[in-house]
């Protein structure tokens, strides 16, 4: 039987699973493709699944009910998220993968344990002079070329001040303990830069009046914030040096497939 996992928790945070060794159902929690989702004892964790036939496309649909069950099970334990898509072909599989990776979860979860994410979103006017980069001249030893090439240049250097700046602005309103900062251009010559906050789960409701004062006196930014979230991000940090041949807790993102924020998850 192949088992699609969603993400790996605190065994002790499922008080059902002290009486079993089998797994055991989650009541009132369907996954993906609406199957049932179990809890799966392993030593001292517990792997979230719900049986899969491989056979079966994964879809727009599926990304939703994969985030959905993560967040679930986050209100009850620390989860370290597995990407989305993985799939353990039997039991034995599934077993081995956390038994020789079972010290280093165990030290991720310590780590992460009574923290969460918190995702800002800031559209910023782009300061390259509100301009796409000009497109090089096809002949590359002419003066247009190297004129328009240092112009880019300016530009992009420009662009990564000002994200610099505003990144390290949110850094010291937000005092986060830890961060993940992405930045791109839009089609509208606008950059967006995506920030990832680390930060006590008890201190969410300060976090959340911090945001508000910072929007009220910072409207040259349009700013979104969405958590308490798993700590996606960061699973991904620490497990980018773990085994490389069993499946790893990672971010939950993949490109063919946009995994959108469950509204119940929305601030």
């Given at each position: 039987m192949a088992w699609y996992a969603y993400c790996i928790g605190e065994k002790q945070a499922f008080p059902e699973l002290a009486?079993?060794?089998k797994p055991i159902p989650m009541e009132s929690v369907l996954g993906v493709s609406g199957n049932q989702v179990f809890l799966y004892p392993a030593s001292e964790l517990a792997v979230i699944v719900s049986e899969h036939n491989p056979a079966e496309a994964l879809n727009q649909k599926s990304g939703v009910d994969h985030a959905r069950v993560i967040a679930d099970c986050f209100q009850h334990s620390?989860?370290?998220p597995?990407?989305?898509g993985t799939v353990f072909h039997d039991d034995e599989s599934l077993r081995k993968s956390i038994r020789s990776n079972q010290r280093q979860f165990l030290g991720h979860i310590d780590k992460l344990r009574g923290k969460a994410e918190m995702h800002l979103k800031i559209l910023?006017?782009?300061?390259g002079g509100h301009a796409a980069?000009?497109?090089l001249p096809v002949d590359g030893a002419s003066r247009e070329y190297f004129t328009t090439l240092r112009e880019n240049a300016t530009?992009?250097?420009e662009r990564q001040t000002r994200a610099r700046a505003v990144s390290f602005q949110m850094h010291r309103l937000f005092m986060p303990l830890d961060e993940e900062v992405s930045c791109r251009l839009t089609d509208k010559c606008k950059m967006t830069l995506d920030i990832a906050h680390l930060i006590e789960r008890k201190c969410v409701e300060r976090y959340l009046s911090k945001y508000s004062t910072t929007c009220a006196s910072m409207?040259?930014?349009?700013m979104q914030l969405s958590g308490p979230w798993p700590p996606y991000h960061f699973v991904h940090r620490l497990t980018c040096c773990a085994h490389p041949h069993a499946p790893q807790p990672v971010a939950v993102a993949i490109p063919e497939i946009h995994i959108p924020e469950p509204a119940s998850m929305m601030v």
């Open positions: 009486r079993h060794r620390t989860v370290l597995f990407r989305f910023v006017d782009d300061c980069n000009k497109r530009r992009q250097r409207r040259e930014y349009q």
